[in-house]
């Protein structure tokens, strides 16, 4: 598969260039910023390559549109396909890119599997790589998206963590302190640069919700979707808590088709929606009264937001929101679900605190960074 030009690459060739790569949906949120904040730097030229993991309008189209990002200058077009597929096809298509667009420097964001593709190409090709949103681990090997960041920071010269426990996980794997820039959390630089527009959509209106009156949903992990049992196990208890209030489920492809297959209506009260765009999803999440989910992202959101967070998973690779935000760790036991969702309805739940470096400003930081790297005041 070749690298297909859909609108002609700005800047000057000779001037130092940053290659951004994205393609799954959580990481549009995370180079939108990066994107912006290196504008600042007129004499750096930027291109951004989209892998195209992620194709459905809304899975990808609706995130440029609601985060303003400018068209990809190269579309990869993979597609979806096994681990090894996905990664040795992102892998084939960028280094011809990389070769004809001889960047400075990669900058990869996020765990998936276009972050891995793009490292290790780069890398390879004696490429310097960024890896915004180092440092996370899970520590449970299982998850592929912890395969991908290990290997990622293994291979990148300048890792931007979003906090001290990513600092510690780095050091204690032998990475040299110099390599390692605490610059916080760019996807938060999105939320709140975005926060007024979301809670101006009409949203809840469209759905007949109240503010403070729904549970929303979300759930793509494999082991939880993909595993018959598990899955309907989670949805006993989404059920048990549709009987307090309305649970929205904008479901994700793979949760759709999980779904199903399971052949089992999600029970009444539980509303299965389409995945939802960037603005309109961020206007829910700002107004739940509770969220259960498996994406480590909303966890992040949730603690920003102030509003309590149930994590359908053993394990969390962002432990900062749980010691600091709105987030609990509860697993896939359904009672254990119930009484925690329960305590919330009770008592409304943890109200936590910002963590340090989330505050809007983390891309500026981090593009300061890369600047100085690409040697341009
Ligand atoms: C990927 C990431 C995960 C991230 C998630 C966010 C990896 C290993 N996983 O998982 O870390 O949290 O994105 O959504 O990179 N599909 C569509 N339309 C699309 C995209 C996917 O229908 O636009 C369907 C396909 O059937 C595909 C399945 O969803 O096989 C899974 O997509 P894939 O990108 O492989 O993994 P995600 O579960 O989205």
């Known amino acids: 598969m070749t690298a297909e030009r859909t609108v002609p690459i700005l800047g000057a060739p000779g001037m130092p260039t940053v290659l951004h790569v994205a393609g799954a949906r959580p990481n549009f949120m995370k180079v939108a910023p990066l994107h912006r904040a290196l504008q600042r730097w007129k004499a750096i030229r930027q291109v951004l390559v989209h892998t195209g993991q992620h194709y459905d309008a809304r899975m990808s189209d609706i995130f440029f549109d609601d985060l303003g990002l400018p068209e990809p200058d190269m579309h990869l077009g993979v597609g979806s396909g096994s681990h090894a597929e996905q990664t040795a096809r992102i892998m084939l298509s960028l280094e011809p890119v990389l070769v004809s667009q001889r960047p400075d420097l990669v900058s990869v964001v996020g765990d998936v599997n276009g972050t891995l593709a793009a490292a290790l190409v780069a890398a390879k090709l004696g490429c310097r790589v960024a890896h915004v949103e180092a440092g996370l681990r899970s520590n449970d090997p299982r998850m592929p998206e912890e395969l991908n960041r290990i290997l990622v920071d293994r291979v990148s010269d300048l890792l931007f963590t979003p906090s001290a426990d990513a600092d510690a996980n780095l050091l204690a794997e032998g990475t040299s302190p110099a390599h390692i820039h605490r610059v916080g959390n760019v996807m938060i630089d999105t939320l709140l640069a975005a926060k007024a527009e979301a809670l101006r959509r009409p949203v809840l209106r469209q759905l007949g919700l109240e ?27 989404l059920a048990a808590v549709a009987e307090r209030l309305p649970v929205v489920f904008p479901a994700h492809p793979r949760t759709r088709a999980a779904l199903d297959r399971l052949g089992q209506a999600p029970g009444p009260g539980i509303r299965v929606l389409e995945p939802l765009g960037y603005l309109d999803f961020l206007g829910l999440t700002a107004r739940a009264r509770l969220v259960l989910t498996d994406s480590g992202g909303l966890q992040e959101e949730t603690t920003v937001l102030g509003v309590p967070c149930l994590t359908l998973r053993e394990n969390t690779e962002r432990p900062v929101t749980v010691t600091e935000g709105t987030n609990t760790v509860v697993g896939v036991d359904p009672q254990r679900i119930v009484v925690e969702a329960e305590a919330i309805l009770a008592t409304g739940g943890k109200r936590g605190r910002i963590p340090e470096l989330w505050d809007g400003h983390a891309a500026e930081r981090a593009a300061a960074v890369l600047a100085a790297e690409l040697g341009v005041p």
């Open 211 to 237: 503010p403070d009156g729904f549970a929303l949903c979300t759930l793509h992990r494999p082991s939880n979707v993909e595993v018959p049992a598990t899955l309907a196990d989670i949805l006993q208890a």
